[in-house]
């Protein structure tokens, strides 16, 4: 099995919203809300080779075999010698 990452480039958007209001006074106040949102698409990608009825058909049970691989290979650093 082999696993990679991609990560996108951040994506940012602003939005600004300005309002105004009178006081009962006369007093005018004004505001401005500014709004920036980053967004970043990762993309985990999983390569399976084997026997076609060994594979996962469906989402749930490709996340289990992932986890048990990686349950596996941090045994596998634990485990080393130094």
């Given at each position: 099995?082999?696993?990679?990452?991609?990560?996108?480039?951040?994506?940012?958007?602003?939005?600004?919203k300005?309002?105004?209001?009178?006081?009962?006074?006369?007093?005018?106040?004004?505001?401005?809300?500014?709004?920036?949102?980053?967004?970043?698409?990762?993309?985990?990608?999983?390569?399976?080779?084997?026997?076609?009825?060994?594979?996962?058909?469906?989402?749930?049970?490709?996340e289990?075999?992932?986890?048990?691989?990686?349950?596996?290979?941090?045994?596998?650093?634990?485990?080393?010698?130094?």
């Amino acid at each position: 099995m082999y696993t990679d990452t991609l990560e996108g480039e951040p994506q940012t958007s602003t939005d600004v919203k300005e309002t105004e209001e009178t006081l009962p006074d006369g007093t005018v106040i004004r505001r401005r809300v500014t709004t920036t949102r980053q967004q970043q698409t990762i993309v985990k990608r999983v390569i399976m080779e084997g026997p076609e009825h060994e594979l996962p058909t469906n989402e749930d049970e490709a996340e289990q075999i992932l986890q048990q691989t990686d349950l596996a290979n941090e045994d596998e650093v634990f485990s080393s010698p130094l």
